[in-house]
């Protein structure tokens, strides 16, 4: 009675932009994700943190469709997505980048963001070549110059830095419309220069794109969100600010051990 | 990845699957189970006049249903292997179809020259074993992981093993004679009709088909005792499920690999003398039994052995009652049935992914 | 994932931008002007029995090419797809079996036959994409497998297994196309806009994002590419590209039966494109080529070796291991790796 309440308010007032209940899936019979609810508004900037196993990357893939949860919803945006193909996802406007970067290595930077606008445009079929004012690379332009990528625009990807592929799979991700990005780990294996580099990006997104970041580094993510959700053992366990978080001595004992500014 | 399913652990599992299958298909249950009533009350009673009027001949069809799933043991000693060999190593050899076909002439050779039967499947056994031991150490062991590739030079193969054996054994059409304590009918307790005095006339069928569809089901439950019940078996669900672990522990992976190559090879050369009894061996054969092996292994489920015996049976049935019913269109029926799993079931029927 | 990318040494689709400024190379207007004036000093025989021939199953291999070399989907189907077309017009237009042909003239039975096959294309690579990787050449052998045995079955529509002949190209324009130099044309023209088309597709849009699934289909789904839909439009493509050669197939042997879609010349194809290259469009034509001229010469050529005439088949499987085993990007590969690097070498030394 009261979820079918909270569904109708969900539905027609604020609509949340991500809303997850009681999502679980299970790997045979181990439990990834346990009766996992959380919300999150339009706009709204969360870090979820947890150790290694916590269910943290296996959250985002059932989010963005990897994975079908073995039960529970997902909402984006008051739809239901939970049965939705991934590409379904993506078209409504939810993003994300990867742990490990699933880039094009053999395609140029600017490719690369051209093949993400591509992929939400209506032009995924087209057998004409663009032009060279074609729209759509216009906006790849734009979208490499926002990641501070313009010097290195037409160098393949494979030749790319470390931090440089990381800049870009975040490019991918804001192309199109974005409502809403799932960040994994953006700022591993970064050097301190890259991590204040991805840091100033994040902080300089568009106000309206929430997103919720995966990571370990405190120092990155405490910075860059409002709110925090911890997970262990496939459950959500606290949330609150980021002030609260660092503050809990539950927490100082269990994830930042011994001063996390080290 | 594609997780393949070597059925499950223990009898017990089975059970359990079967009674939440039941419990999460009632209709489908009560469907089938109302199908095999029908199909026992189809070979065991007296057909009404009616009903042979609108169905056709009852020894016509129980002959169709007996070919069919003697056929389909068939089917299954040659997938068997084809399906071991994918699930363990993930290659796809397509020079399947040339074993088979080697080991029918190498069992018509022995045949010819020791004048018995039974020597003709050891040395078709032994003789094919050893060709898909050669090849697994010789060419795959070299392309590990390189899954087009291997199946590429396993298509070369078959083209180049094709037109040796052409070389060798000519065009012609050979049959391996049946042994004498095989040969003839015999009596099933199945009624095909009652004579008007009374007198009940029981259907009398080839002896060496159901030798050997009893050979092939004793071979089917061995095999599958093998890989669910023994150390060996573990160790090659455990590669099939995890190559990863498998390479991991301290197992000789290699060895493991060669011996289920050579196996799945052995078992093709055995099925060749089957078929060759059977029916015949000619060129084209090879091509003809590769290509149900695919069938076969895409309807059952790679890699799963009773997912290899059921897609045997099905696609025995469908093509012995498709030749006996509707001769012009028996080709569609199994088409059909592959269309069929592929679109609603695309990993196969008894895949446990 | 499960697929290895079929050919390492395949250009990733260009970039959008820099496509436009190529150009053609000299060689290409040599080649091009050589092939525009082949009526004038080849014979008959030449024109249609080795370059028509070449040209009509370059096409259709190079349909296997496009799926294989940037969709990363091998598909075996391509030649059955052309020969339901050869049969399309057999059946819709004239034969000599005149009690299954409908008698439509060539310009409605022609646009009908290629629509048919493209369908039939279509159709089974949407059975394909259902299981991804290694399957694919498994389910599609299935399915070309299953139309061969259909043809050969079924005498009502299929003509059994004598199949059509007399299956003729039509004559308008006042131009017999059934003679040599105009048919030389008419495979050299289809070839040439087939070929034009994979290459323009491959940089457009369509065949950048087709290159994306190839390489990480995951990752594309992620940025809003329906890949299974790619994956069948592309199927569908490559339908519409062998379809016309089959029908060229059809007028070029005077007939179809089903022994033009039996699996000796599914796997034909296959072979021709990969012994010639699944990296670059151009592959499969010098697969054809090669494959057509062993295919009237290999008897001479085997003699002279002391073996005997018949054994064509293990020419061809041989050439055919060897260069899977030794050169997995084909002939061009070998020519890009070893060859031209040398040239390009004693030229420069000599300098």
């Known amino acids: 009675m009261a979820v079918a309440i909270a569904e109708r308010l969900s539905a027609t007032g604020q609509v949340n932009a991500l809303e997850l209940r009681g999502v679980t899936k299970y790997f045979g019979a181990l439990a990834a994700l346990s009766d996992v609810t959380l919300s999150v508004r339009p706009g709204e900037r969360r870090a979820i943190l947890g150790s290694n196993g916590a269910g943290k990357t296996t959250l985002l893939n059932c989010i963005t469709g990897d994975f079908l949860p073995t039960s529970g919803t997902i909402r984006f945006f008051g739809e239901d997505i939970t049965y939705f193909p991934a590409h379904e996802r993506i078209r409504r406007g939810l993003r994300r980048t990867y742990q490990i970067s699933l880039l094009f290595g053999g395609l140029s930077v600017l490719d690369n963001v051209y093949l993400a606008c591509l992929g939400v445009s209506r032009g995924r079929f087209s057998l004409l070549r663009p032009r060279r004012d074609d729209p759509l690379l216009e906006s790849a332009r734009a979208l490499v110059h926002a990641v501070h990528l313009d010097e290195v625009a037409d160098k393949k990807v494979a030749e790319l830095a470390h931090g440089q592929q990381r800049q870009l799979e975040l490019a991918l991700a804001l192309a199109g419309a974005p409502r809403f990005l799932l960040l994994d780990e953006p700022a591993a294996g970064l050097s301190p220069a890259e991590r204040a580099e991805l840091v100033a990006i994040l902080n300089g997104l568009p106000a309206h794109i929430g997103y919720v970041i995966i990571e370990h580094d405190m120092d990155v993510a405490l910075r860059v969100v409002e709110s925090v959700t911890l997970m262990h053992e496939g459950r959500i366990f606290k949330e609150g600010t980021p002030a609260e978080i660092e503050a809990d001595p539950e927490v100082q004992e269990l994830y930042l051990g011994h001063g996390h500014g080290a | 990845m594609a997780r393949v399913g070597l059925g499950s652990a223990t009898a017990e599992g089975d059970r359990n699957r079967l009674a939440v299958w039941i419990e999460h298909h009632p209709l489908a249950a009560v469907v089938l189970a109302a199908a095999i009533v029908f199909l026992l009350w189809l070979v065991f009673a007296d057909w009404p006049e009616e009903f042979e009027r609108w169905a056709g001949r009852k020894r016509v069809f129980v002959s169709a249903l007996l070919n069919g799933i003697t056929l389909g043991g068939l089917y299954f000693l040659v997938a068997a292997g084809f399906s071991l060999i994918f699930g363990l190593m993930r290659n796809v050899n397509l020079a399947h179809g040339s074993l088979y076909l080697f080991g029918g002439y190498l069992g018509y050779a022995t045949v010819q020259a020791t004048g018995s039967w039974l020597p003709a499947f050891l040395v078709a056994f032994v003789l094919v074993a050893l060709a898909g031991l050669l090849l697994q150490v010789l060419v795959f062991r070299h392309m590990e992981g390189e899954e087009l590739r291997q199946t590429l030079v396993t298509i070369g193969l078959s083209i180049v093993f094709a037109d040796l054996m052409l070389w060798v054994w000519g065009g012609d059409f050979y049959q391996i004679p049946t042994p004498d304590w095989l040969a003839g009918p015999v009596e099933l307790p199945i009624v095909l009709d009652v004579r008007p005095n009374g007198e009940a006339v029981y259907l009398r069928y080839p002896r060496v088909r159901l030798v050997i569809f009893a050979a092939s089901v004793v071979l089917g439950l061995l095999l599958w005792l093998i890989v669910n019940k023994t150390r060996i078996g573990t160790l090659i669900r455990a590669g099939v499920d995890d190559r990863e672990m498998l390479a991991a522990s301290a197992v000789p992976v290699q060895l493991l690999f060669a011996l289920v190559f050579a196996f799945g090879a052995g078992l093709a050369g055995m099925a060749g003398v089957v078929g060759g009894t059977f029916q015949s061996l000619s060129p084209g054969e090879d091509t003809r039994f590769l290509l149900a092996s695919l069938v076969v292994v895409i309807v059952g489920g790679m890699g799963s052995i009773p997912g290899a015996a059921l897609g045997a049976l099905l696609i025995g049935l469908a093509e012995q009652f498709g030749s006996v019913y509707l001769p012009t269109y028996a080709i569609v029926f199994s088409f059909l049935i592959m269309v069929l799993v592929l679109a609603f079931r695309p990993q196969g029927l008894l895949s446990l992914r | ?351």
């Open chain 3, 1 to 351: 994932m499960a697929a290895a990318p079929v050919a390492e040494a395949a250009a990733p689709g260009s970039a959008p931008r820099t496509s436009a400024a190529g150009g053609i190379p000299t060689s290409g207007w040599i080649l091009a002007l050589v092939l525009l004036l082949m009526p004038t000093f080849a014979s008959d025989f030449f024109l249609v029995q080795v370059f028509g021939w070449a040209f009509v199953l370059g096409t259709i291999a190079l349909s296997l090419q496009f799926l294989a070399g940037y969709g990363g989907m091998v598909s075996l189907v391509q030649m059955t797809v052309a020969g339901f077309a050869g049969y399309m017009v057999a059946i819709l237009g004239t034969s000599g079996l005149a009690q299954i042909s409908l008698g439509w003239p060539f310009w409605l039975a022609v646009p009908t036959a290629i629509a048919l096959a493209v369908l039939f294309g279509t159709l089974s690579g949407a059975l394909a994409v259902r299981t991804a990787g290694i399957y694919t050449i498994m389910i599609t052998l299935a399915i070309a497998a299953a139309f061969f045995y259909f043809t050969r079955q079924n005498e009502t529509v299929f003509g059994g297994f004598l199949g059509f002949n007399g299956v003729r190209a039509p004559v308008f324009w006042g131009i017999d196309w059934r003679a040599p130099v105009p048919f030389y044309y008419l495979c050299l023209a289809w070839a040439a806009i087939a070929w034009g088309l994979v290459v323009w597709v491959v940089r457009a849009p369509f065949g950048l994002a087709l290159q994306g699934i190839r390489d990480n289909p995951r990752r594309m789904a992620a940025l809003g590419f329906d890949v299974t839909a790619h994956r069948i439009a592309a199927y569908a493509f490559a339908a519409f590209l062998a379809a016309p050669a089959g029908i060229l197939l059809t007028w070029l042997n005077g007939q179809i039966a089903p022994g033009t879609v039996g699996i000796g010349p599914v796997i034909d194809v296959l072979v021709i494109a990969v012994i010639g290259g699944l990296g670059r469009p151009i592959g499969p034509f010098v697969g054809a080529l090669l494959y057509v001229l062993l295919r009237i010469f290999a008897m001479d050529l085997l003699v002279a070796l002391g073996l005997s005439g018949q054994r064509f088949q293990l020419v061809i499987g041989l050439g055919f291991l060897l260069t899977v085993l030794f050169s997995p990007d084909g002939i061009l590969g070998l020519w890009e790796r070893h060859i031209r690097p040398r040239l390009a070498g004693e030229r420069g030394g000599g300098r």
